[in-house]
Protein backbone atom coordinates (compact mmCIF):
# COMPACT_ATOMS: atom_id res chain seq x y z
CA UNK A 1 0.00 0.00 0.00
CA UNK A 2 2.58 2.26 0.87
CA UNK A 3 4.58 1.40 -1.75
CA UNK A 4 1.45 2.25 -4.02
CA UNK A 5 1.39 5.83 -2.52
CA UNK A 6 4.74 6.76 -3.19
CA UNK A 7 4.05 6.05 -6.97
CA UNK A 8 1.29 7.65 -7.05
CA UNK A 9 3.30 11.16 -5.16
CA UNK A 10 5.85 10.32 -7.68
CA UNK A 11 3.78 10.63 -10.96
CA UNK A 12 2.11 13.65 -9.60
CA UNK A 13 5.16 15.27 -8.73
CA UNK A 14 6.64 14.59 -12.20
CA UNK A 15 3.55 16.12 -13.92
CA UNK A 16 3.66 19.24 -12.32
CA UNK A 17 7.30 20.03 -12.78
CA UNK A 18 7.30 18.69 -16.41
CA UNK A 19 6.65 21.19 -18.63
CA UNK A 20 4.00 19.99 -21.27
CA UNK A 21 5.27 19.68 -24.89
CA UNK A 22 2.97 21.64 -26.23
CA UNK A 23 3.94 24.54 -23.90
CA UNK A 24 7.48 24.23 -25.31
CA UNK A 25 6.21 24.24 -28.92
CA UNK A 26 4.05 27.75 -27.89
CA UNK A 27 7.24 29.33 -26.44
CA UNK A 28 9.40 28.56 -29.15
CA UNK A 29 6.70 29.62 -31.88
CA UNK A 30 6.10 33.21 -29.86
CA UNK A 31 9.92 33.65 -28.87
CA UNK A 32 11.18 31.88 -31.74
CA UNK A 33 9.48 34.15 -34.14
CA UNK A 34 9.98 37.31 -32.07
CA UNK A 35 14.16 36.49 -32.61
CA UNK A 36 13.76 35.22 -36.30
CA UNK A 37 12.22 38.16 -37.79
CA UNK A 38 14.04 40.35 -35.84
CA UNK A 39 17.04 38.67 -37.46
CA UNK A 40 15.30 38.61 -41.01
CA UNK A 41 14.89 42.47 -40.86
CA UNK A 42 18.14 43.15 -40.50
CA UNK A 43 19.70 40.99 -42.72
CA UNK A 44 17.19 42.28 -45.17
CA UNK A 45 18.44 46.11 -44.54
CA UNK A 46 21.36 44.56 -45.31
CA UNK A 47 21.00 43.27 -48.15
CA UNK A 48 19.50 46.24 -49.75
CA UNK A 49 21.84 48.84 -48.55
CA UNK A 50 24.96 47.41 -49.59
CA UNK A 51 23.94 46.71 -53.24
CA UNK A 52 22.47 50.47 -53.36
CA UNK A 53 25.99 51.18 -51.75
CA UNK A 54 27.64 49.91 -54.88
CA UNK A 55 25.24 51.25 -57.06
CA UNK A 56 25.81 54.89 -55.72
CA UNK A 57 29.90 54.48 -56.05
CA UNK A 58 29.16 52.97 -59.50
CA UNK A 59 27.36 56.22 -60.73
CA UNK A 60 29.84 58.61 -59.04
CA UNK A 61 32.41 57.17 -60.98
CA UNK A 62 30.56 57.27 -63.93
CA UNK A 63 29.32 60.93 -63.10
CA UNK A 64 32.77 62.19 -62.12
CA UNK A 65 35.61 60.18 -64.27
CA UNK A 66 38.42 61.14 -61.96
CA UNK A 67 37.29 58.73 -59.55
CA UNK A 68 37.81 55.94 -62.04
CA UNK A 69 41.85 56.28 -60.99
CA UNK A 70 41.14 55.50 -57.16
CA UNK A 71 41.82 52.41 -56.04
CA UNK A 72 40.10 52.06 -52.98
CA UNK A 73 36.36 52.31 -54.91
CA UNK A 74 37.18 49.31 -56.90
CA UNK A 75 37.91 48.08 -53.80
CA UNK A 76 34.98 48.65 -52.13
CA UNK A 77 32.13 48.14 -54.89
CA UNK A 78 33.10 44.44 -55.04
CA UNK A 79 32.79 44.28 -51.09
CA UNK A 80 30.09 46.22 -50.67
CA UNK A 81 28.54 43.38 -53.69
CA UNK A 82 30.17 40.53 -51.91
CA UNK A 83 28.48 41.71 -48.08
CA UNK A 84 25.28 42.15 -49.86
CA UNK A 85 25.04 38.32 -51.51
CA UNK A 86 26.04 36.78 -48.15
CA UNK A 87 23.52 38.93 -46.02
CA UNK A 88 21.14 37.41 -48.79
CA UNK A 89 21.96 33.83 -47.88
CA UNK A 90 21.45 34.79 -44.33
CA UNK A 91 18.31 36.45 -45.29
CA UNK A 92 16.43 33.08 -47.63
CA UNK A 93 18.08 30.73 -44.26
CA UNK A 94 16.35 32.45 -41.92
CA UNK A 95 13.03 33.19 -43.94
CA UNK A 96 13.60 29.23 -44.31
CA UNK A 97 13.91 28.82 -40.61
CA UNK A 98 10.72 31.08 -39.87
CA UNK A 99 8.44 28.98 -42.66
CA UNK A 100 6.32 26.51 -40.62
CA UNK A 101 3.90 25.34 -43.31
CA UNK A 102 5.96 22.84 -44.09
CA UNK A 103 7.35 21.98 -40.82
CA UNK A 104 7.64 23.14 -36.95
CA UNK A 105 9.42 26.22 -36.05
CA UNK A 106 11.60 24.16 -33.81
CA UNK A 107 12.43 21.68 -35.98
CA UNK A 108 13.49 24.22 -38.57
CA UNK A 109 15.55 25.87 -36.27
CA UNK A 110 17.25 22.55 -34.55
CA UNK A 111 18.19 22.19 -38.50
CA UNK A 112 19.52 24.90 -39.59
CA UNK A 113 20.85 26.43 -36.68
CA UNK A 114 24.59 25.26 -37.52
CA UNK A 115 24.53 26.72 -40.95
CA UNK A 116 23.33 30.09 -38.84
CA UNK A 117 26.07 29.69 -37.02
CA UNK A 118 28.20 29.07 -40.06
CA UNK A 119 27.37 31.83 -41.75
CA UNK A 120 28.52 33.79 -39.05
CA UNK A 121 31.78 33.16 -38.57
CA UNK A 122 32.08 33.55 -42.01
CA UNK A 123 31.19 37.05 -41.77
CA UNK A 124 33.61 37.85 -39.03
CA UNK A 125 36.69 35.69 -41.47
CA UNK A 126 35.46 37.98 -44.34
CA UNK A 127 36.29 41.28 -41.95
CA UNK A 128 39.56 40.33 -41.65
CA UNK A 129 40.04 39.29 -44.96
CA UNK A 130 38.74 43.19 -45.51
CA UNK A 131 40.59 44.88 -43.20
CA UNK A 132 44.16 42.84 -44.67
CA UNK A 133 43.27 43.87 -48.11
CA UNK A 134 42.66 47.40 -47.03
CA UNK A 135 46.17 47.58 -45.78
CA UNK A 136 47.73 46.08 -48.82
CA UNK A 137 45.81 48.43 -51.01
CA UNK A 138 46.59 51.63 -48.64
CA UNK A 139 49.70 50.83 -48.93
CA UNK A 140 50.31 50.33 -52.65
CA UNK A 141 48.98 53.22 -53.66
CA UNK A 142 51.34 54.97 -51.28
CA UNK A 143 54.23 53.89 -53.61
CA UNK A 144 52.18 53.68 -56.62
CA UNK A 145 49.80 56.08 -56.84
CA UNK A 146 49.49 58.97 -54.22
CA UNK A 147 46.46 59.97 -53.21
CA UNK A 148 46.28 63.58 -51.47
CA UNK A 149 43.23 62.18 -49.37
CA UNK A 150 46.27 59.94 -47.74
CA UNK A 151 49.03 62.95 -48.02
CA UNK A 152 49.12 62.82 -44.11
CA UNK A 153 49.49 59.08 -43.76
CA UNK A 154 52.15 59.00 -46.18
CA UNK A 155 54.25 61.09 -43.92
CA UNK A 156 54.01 58.88 -41.06
CA UNK A 157 57.31 56.52 -40.93
CA UNK A 158 56.68 52.74 -41.95
CA UNK A 159 57.73 51.56 -38.63
CA UNK A 160 55.26 53.26 -37.04
CA UNK A 161 52.66 52.09 -39.61
CA UNK A 162 53.41 48.72 -39.06
CA UNK A 163 53.06 48.79 -35.47
CA UNK A 164 49.39 50.43 -35.56
CA UNK A 165 48.48 48.15 -38.92
CA UNK A 166 49.27 45.44 -36.07
CA UNK A 167 47.37 47.15 -33.47
CA UNK A 168 44.32 47.24 -35.71
CA UNK A 169 44.81 43.86 -36.66
CA UNK A 170 45.12 42.47 -32.87
CA UNK A 171 41.83 44.99 -32.22
CA UNK A 172 39.72 43.53 -35.04
CA UNK A 173 38.31 40.13 -34.47
CA UNK A 174 37.37 41.82 -31.29
CA UNK A 175 35.54 44.60 -32.52
CA UNK A 176 34.03 42.63 -34.82
CA UNK A 177 32.71 40.08 -33.00
CA UNK A 178 31.01 42.80 -30.74
CA UNK A 179 29.64 44.64 -32.53
CA UNK A 180 28.19 41.65 -34.87
CA UNK A 181 26.64 40.12 -31.72
CA UNK A 182 25.58 43.32 -31.11
CA UNK A 183 23.29 43.59 -34.34
CA UNK A 184 23.27 39.68 -35.22
CA UNK A 185 24.71 37.46 -32.61
CA UNK A 186 22.44 38.07 -29.80
CA UNK A 187 19.02 36.72 -31.74
CA UNK A 188 21.29 34.41 -33.01
CA UNK A 189 22.41 32.64 -29.32
CA UNK A 190 18.44 33.02 -28.33
CA UNK A 191 17.59 31.17 -30.92
CA UNK A 192 20.44 28.77 -30.20
CA UNK A 193 19.16 28.43 -26.31
CA UNK A 194 15.26 28.17 -27.57
CA UNK A 195 16.12 25.08 -29.35
CA UNK A 196 18.39 23.63 -26.50
CA UNK A 197 15.72 24.37 -23.94
CA UNK A 198 13.09 22.39 -25.97
CA UNK A 199 15.47 19.48 -27.10
Do not use: C
Not at 6 to 21: C, E
Not at 132 to 139: S, V
Amino acid sequence: MELDDLKQDWTLSSQKYKAPVYKLNELLNNKGNGSLGKLKAKYKKQMILLPLVAAFLTVAMIVKPVLQQSAFIWFIIPVTLMLGLMYYRDYKLVEKMEDANTRSVKSSIQKNMHLLQQNARHHLIFAGIFLAAFIIILEATMYFQPDKDFAFWQTVALPLRLIIYGAAGFLQPFITRYFFDHHFGKYIKDLQALSEQTT
